[in-house]
């Protein structure tokens, strides 16, 4: 190994030395399943070359990404005592009682997620809101579901298995899985793989 790759392996080293103790948690973690869910999906989007464990690619994770902080800690909150030195997002809003694994966040700058559920394997842009119309009148999000920026998601509504949601879109109505919606108010202009043009 040359002395620049040895300096560079130990200052990483050195650079994840103030995330250990924040991954440690993660073993005792009721929610390991999702968090590993977490690290696969983030790990194929935004790593290179995969790193040799999931607990070097939650380290990674864990130094690198913000917004996977914020994830990460919704699902092992006992993480947080030690995170003096690996801050959240802080415009980023996870308030939603059940989140499947494999949530991608990207960017998550001005984002607010407080839906009933979200299923697994979703994807959530910048400057979303998913959030209630009402008392209790939150979405429910189906699995695979893509949220492009700027989209609104508001009210007692379902949103079906894997949809994408257009950037800047607004959805106030259930929307049904394997299809496209856009628009403001959002309508189907894909669905089941055709173009179409069907309000919601």
């Not at 080293?13 to 977490?38: K, L, M, N, T, W």
């Not at 801050?87 to 939603?96: A, G, I, N, S, V």
């Not at 049904?176 to 919601?200: E, F, N, S, W």
């Amino acid at each position: 190994m040359t002395i620049s790759r040895l300096v560079k392996r130990m200052l990483r080293v050195c650079g994840y030395a103030g995330v250990v103790p924040v991954a440690i948690p993660y073993f005792r973690s009721d929610h390991r399943s999702e968090v590993e869910a977490d690290i696969e999906k983030w790990g194929g989007i935004v790593f290179d070359e995969k790193p040799k464990s999931d607990f070097s690619a939650l380290l990674k994770l864990l130094n690198d990404y913000k917004e996977f902080r914020n994830l990460y800690y919704f699902r092992v909150p006992k993480a947080r005592w030690f995170s003096l030195f690996c801050r959240e997002e802080p415009t980023l809003h996870l308030q939603t009682p059940e989140i499947g694994g494999g949530l991608f966040i990207q960017h998550g700058f001005a984002t607010i997620i407080n839906a009933e559920k979200i299923g697994r394997d979703c994807w959530i842009n910048q400057q979303v809101t998913v959030g209630h119309s009402g008392k209790g009148r939150r979405p429910v999000i189906g699995d695979g579901v893509k949220i492009r920026a700027g989209a609104k998601v508001i009210g007692k509504i379902t949103v079906g298995d894997d949809v994408a949601i257009g950037a800047n879109a607004v959805v106030v109505k259930d929307v049904p899985p394997h299809c496209t919606v856009a628009g403001v108010p959002a309508k189907i202009v894909r669905q089941d793989g055709v173009r179409v043009d069907k309000p919601l």
